[in-house]
């Protein structure tokens, strides 16, 4: 029988406790929210929406075509132009996803016969960029400065670090500084990915690189999803304009993809707008992520210290990290559920995330929620 090895494959996720499901949400969801992504709490803001709505008002439902045909719009244009300035690069490309981007800023940075030097945390886009690559990829150790350096010292031609900038699993921040000192030590670039940095991290929100010192520089690529803290959709590449202008010719999902719908594009420029009159959002997404952080821990869970908006909760094993999403479920909160394969170790875990406008009563009602709920294996293992 055709594809008859799904079905064996789908008795194998049972039995591992790793089948997943779509759960579609109503537009007023009842759940107190701690899993979607929306560090900023922008998606539903007043100017967010208008500017969604005033952009599909003006330039219609789709962008029409690819970004070198008819998908490039003023409006992209003019996102680009403050996207790039706000985060401090020289230029920005604008992607229908983060995945997207991702995948354009790998592949037409690392050519045939280039090193791609991969951090074993990374995304999954980052390692299907590096897959697609013409480069060889050697995957060094989470956050391991040395093992960066040691993997371009024995490469004598091109080569590129690849690195996301806050981990998104467990939240941790990657070494940029000391990634950046060994790609200048031997003549490499740095892409990192900022997906969870940009709104979050650095000078009201200017992202990793921006507090590393790093944005602007001539070796230094950065990636930006448009869907986290500014509360849209869509990526784009940040970067030296020698850099935008290769990707512009080379880069297969910006030349072959339709253009990012002006809706987005429309609602994530106004949250960047927004963001730089409001710059205090930035901070307190961090101050509610070690909030959280400080109260389970005192809880007795073991939950990772955040470099900024994501606390990982470790869980018992898979099951149990279901049993125990679907518990605060039921009693009204949503979280995370991660789970091999999108974790690279292996540790299942709860994933939650911190949003700018969550109140002190509604942290401690999580809390409380999160404790009551956890299963009852003593404490977690693997």
Wanted: glycine share 12%.
């Amino acid at each position: 029988m055709a594809f008859g090895w799904i079905d064996e494959q789908a008795l194998l996720r049972r039995r591992a406790g790793l089948v997943r499901t779509l759960r579609p949400r109503p537009a007023a969801p009842p759940l107190l929210d701690l899993a979607g992504n929306d560090y900023l709490g922008l998606t539903r803001h007043p100017e967010v929406a208008e500017g969604a709505a005033a952009a599909a008002r003006t330039w219609g439902g789709g962008s029409t075509g690819s970004r070198l045909v008819t998908g490039t719009t003023e409006l992209h244009a003019g996102l680009e132009r403050e996207l790039a300035a706000f985060c401090g690069f020289e230029a920005a490309l604008v992607f229908s996803s983060g995945y997207a981007a991702n995948l354009a800023a790998v592949t037409a940075l690392a050519p045939h016969g280039s090193l791609i030097v991969s951090d074993a945390g990374n995304h999954a886009s980052l390692i299907d960029g590096c897959r697609l690559a013409g480069g060889t990829t050697l995957i060094v150790g989470h956050g391991d400065t040395e093992a960066v350096r040691k993997a371009l010292a024995g490469h004598d031609g091109e080569a590129v670090v690849v690195s996301d900038t806050v981990f998104s699993v467990d939240g941790d921040a990657a070494p940029l500084t000391g990634y950046a000192a060994a790609c200048r030590a031997y003549g490499a670039g740095l892409v990192v990915d900022d997906a969870h940095g940009l709104g979050v991290l650095g000078d009201g929100g200017r992202g990793a690189p921006y507090a590393a010192g790093l944005a602007g520089a001539d070796d230094v690529v950065a990636t930006v999803t448009l869907s986290k803290s500014l509360g849209s959709q869509g990526g784009a590449v940040l970067g030296p304009v020698r850099v935008i202008d290769h990707l512009v010719n080379v880069a297969r999902t910006f030349i072959f993809d339709t253009g990012l719908a002006p809706a987005a594009a429309g609602a994530a420029l106004a949250a960047l707008r927004l963001l730089g009159r409001e710059p205090w959002r930035a901070a307190r997404a961090r101050a509610v992520a070690d909030g959280l952080h400080a109260r389970l821990t005192a809880a007795g869970l073991e939950a990772v210290r955040p470099d900024a908006a994501v606390v990982s909760v470790r869980a018992p094993s898979p099951e149990g990290a279901v049993r125990w999403a679907a518990a605060c479920r039921s009693a009204g909160l949503g979280v995370g559920c991660f789970r091999p394969p999108s974790v690279p170790d292996g540790i299942s875990r709860l994933r939650l995330t911190a949003r700018a406008d969550l109140s002190e009563a509604q942290l401690d009602h999580a809390v409380r929620v999160i404790v009551d709920a956890r299963p009852e294996h003593g404490r977690p293992s693997e």
